[in-house]
């Protein structure tokens, strides 16, 4: 043992000096090629002397990186998240006008805007250098990427030898799409787990398959705040929508807003009587619920703990952050990204591209902490976790969800995300070969997204314009654009410690007699409230006469669910479709279009206490696909209609089929149980669902 402990650190002072002579070379070069950096005195010094000089300063910016930079970042966790990244630069080099300033041979000197630029180039090469040198070394690897770790064990218990279950949720990819990347060629590492480069199975000199991709059916509520609480918690009960208006409470519900999203796991865990899928060992990265883990980091459900020792929702960009090395990279294709999106909006601009949605403002770096930031310390944060050897580790990462918003699902933007998604695939599955345990690979979708116009862009007004047209109420020339409500602005807003405000609706609305129209994406919901009970079909007639039949007969709009004083339920449709909810199966009218499911999936949100007055789904094109957005997106999610309701469940095929036969899952709580049941095949130490609690309800109430 003593001899492999000297072996380990003879090998780490080796790699060490490596990095420090390889610093010290570029330090020299740049030296060279820029004019305000300079390694000599203004009389001249030999080559010796200016070597020792570059050496001196070499070292002392190491140290520094490694002792001062940590606690710099940890300092400025005080900070937003986005200001930390924009700050990286000043940072680094001012460690190296400091390296500069204590260096022994008191020589050197560089202007403060080339401190910048030399400190990024050597923070980059000593980065790869160490990185080259220690994946010969199975262990330093490993000891390097521990570092990502947002947070280390108190206690180094032995690691079981059991697998673990890594599940990776990639963020609005529906099922279709997946299949045609790979077909493409643009996800090379899930086409490997297929054992093609197609996604059809075939014979001959291909690998064989390592999982199996099967398809799941979304609720109604077609979106990620419903979907994730559903599969990390068992209960998509009572979520109708993105956002909804609570009469009882006189709020608006909003799913990426921290105290809505602490408001939602609290019923779903007092509904099902269970603490989620990660109560035990487990961890939570990026999502907007906690699953129960102990380990969490960006999650939104405890952001607005600000106070709470329990709050670690930003612990991760310190663990991310503390190597000046990932600070400088991610910082670097963060500019990257964004001079990117420029670049794509104005050439779909030239080319006046439809349907399009305005990519201006603040937009480009929305994208950008998406596609780049929070992909990087999510996927830095898995690797710690699987490193750690934790049992269950669930990540969301939502790059090419808040891309195909504004670029289209099938766009060539979202293509290009999808590709550098598998890239995080590849170094998950190479990082699995480095854990002190096995690990299965999950990867599934929350949701998928439907192509299409904005309604606003159609017809020329906002939904809410038309609903205040059929109450006699007042329409304004121009309709005020709504919030795109992706998941990424949460983040966003977490990461700046600013609350997720809505304009279509404050956190708390005064009664009055306007209707509140809520968009979540193709999905709308319509509240009075000064009525404090969910109004029945009779009772908006006799209020409004002209909304109900102004509603569905629009063009633009599929269908309609109100509450009926004689039928309990009843869906609207034009030319004065009225059916019962009783009747759906034999006789759907307007829902036909949506296909199969579509009946149940509007019966239990029916069910819901916080459904609104008047549910509204868009009008929906079978042929090809389209639905249209009551947000400013033209690619949607959240309601009925096209590839939004269809995402993906990519599972090894070490693991049972998540269903028998030809059967597709229904619903994130069938998902939520799948994934149960892999946990215990694993022999992961999970918390056991209550019996008669709401998860198994729910199970009951779909098969009837």
Request: aromatic content about 4%; charged content about 20%.
């Amino acid at each position: 043992m003593r001899g492999v402990r000297w072996r380990r650190i003879a090998s780490q002072i080796g790699r060490s000096v490596a990095v420090w002579a390889v610093s010290t070379l570029t330090m020299l070069v740049l030296a060279g090629l820029l004019p305000d950096f300079r390694l000599q005195s203004a009389d001249g010094d030999s080559a010796t002397r200016i070597a020792i000089t570059a050496a001196c300063g070499a070292g002392a910016f190491g140290v520094l990186s490694a002792v001062v930079w940590p606690l710099l970042v940890r300092l400025l966790l005080l900070v937003p998240a986005l200001v930390l990244g924009l700050l990286v630069f000043f940072l680094n080099g001012s460690l190296l006008l400091l390296a500069l300033r204590v260096n022994p041979s008191g020589r050197g000197d560089v202007a403060p805007e080339t401190a910048v630029i030399v400190a990024a180039v050597m923070s980059a090469v000593a980065s790869a250098t160490g990185a080259a040198l220690a994946v010969r070394d199975d262990e330093a690897y490993r000891r390097r990427l521990h570092r990502l770790a947002t947070r280390r064990r108190r206690s180094d218990p032995p690691c079981p030898t059991t697998p673990g279950l890594v599940v990776v949720q990639l963020d609005g990819v529906g099922h279709d799409v997946l299949v045609e990347a790979v077909r493409k060629g643009l996800m090379p590492t899930v086409g490997s787990w297929l054992g093609t480069g197609d996604g059809i199975p075939r014979t001959g000199a291909l690998p064989a398959p390592t999982h199996r991709l099967t398809p799941w059916h979304t609720d109604w509520s077609s979106q990620t705040g419903a979907s994730q609480l559903g599969i990390l918690h068992g209960s998509t009960f009572d979520v109708p929508a993105f956002r909804w208006y609570e009469k009882d409470r006189g709020e608006v519900m909003v799913c990426n807003r921290p105290t809505s999203a602490a408001e939602l796991q609290r019923r779903a865990v007092l509904h099902t009587g269970d603490g989620g899928l990660l109560t035990v060992d487990g961890a939570s990265r990026g999502n907007l619920f906690s699953g129960g883990a102990g380990e969490q980091a960006l999650v939104l459900s405890i952001a607005a703990r600000r106070r709470s020792r329990e709050n670690r929702s930003r612990a991760g960009y310190f663990a991310y952050f503390s190597d000046p090395a990932n600070a400088v990279r991610t910082a670097l294709s963060f500019v990257a990204e964004v001079a990117r999106e420029i670049g794509q909006s104005t050439r779909a601009r030239i080319r006046k591209q439809r349907p399009r949605v305005s990519r201006g403002g603040l937009y480009p770096l929305v994208r950008a902490f998406a596609t780049v930031v929070e992909r990087d310390v999510v996927v830095a944060a898995v690797m710690g976790d699987m490193l750690a050897g934790r049992t269950a580790v669930y990540a969301d990462l939502v790059a090419y969800d808040e891309v195909a918003h504004h670029s289209g699902p099938c766009g060539r933007d979202a293509e290009k995300v999808l590709q550098r998604l598998d890239r995080c695939l590849a170094l998950l599955q190479r990082v699995a070969e480095h854990a002190p345990r096995p690990y299965r690979i999950v990867v599934l979708s929350d949701h998928g997204q439907s192509p299409g116009e904005t309604f606003r862009s159609r017809y020329g007004l906002t939904l809410g314009d038309l609903v205040r047209a059929g109450c006699g109420l007042h329409v304004p020339r121009r309709a005020e654009r709504t919030h795109s409500g992706a998941e990424a602005r949460a983040a966003v807003r977490a990461a700046l410690r600013r609350p997720v405000e809505e304009r279509s609706g404050q956190v708390r609305r005064p009664p009055g007699s306007e209707p509140i129209v809520l968009a979540s994406g193709n999905l709308a919901l319509v509240s009075f409230p000064d009525v404090h009970h969910r109004m029945t079909k009779e009772e908006i007639d006799e209020r409004h006469p002209a909304l109900l039949t102004t509603l569905a007969n629009h063009p633009g709009i599929g269908f309609l669910l109100v509450r009926s004083g004689e039928h309990d339920g009843v869906v609207l449709g034009a030319h004065g479709a009225e059916i019962p909810l009783a009747r759906l199966d034999e006789e759907p009218g307007p829902l036909a279009r949506f296909g199969p499911g579509a009946a149940a999936a509007v019966r239990r949100t029916h069910s819901f206490p916080h459904t609104a007055d008047i549910m509204v789904n868009s009008a929906h094109d079978p042929a090809d696909g389209e639905v249209l957005a009551f947000e400013e997106q033209i690619g949607s999610h959240g309601g009925l209609g096209g590839a939004q309701s269809h995402p993906f469940l990519l599972s090894p095929l070490e693991l049972s089929a998540p269903v028998d036969g030809e059967a597709e899952p229904t619903g994130a709580e069938q998902v939520h149980r799948v994934l149960r049941r892999w946990l215990r095949e694993l022999n992961g130490p999970q918390v056991p669902l209550t019996e008669g609690t709401g998860t198994d309800d729910a199970e009951d109430e779909r098969a009837a």
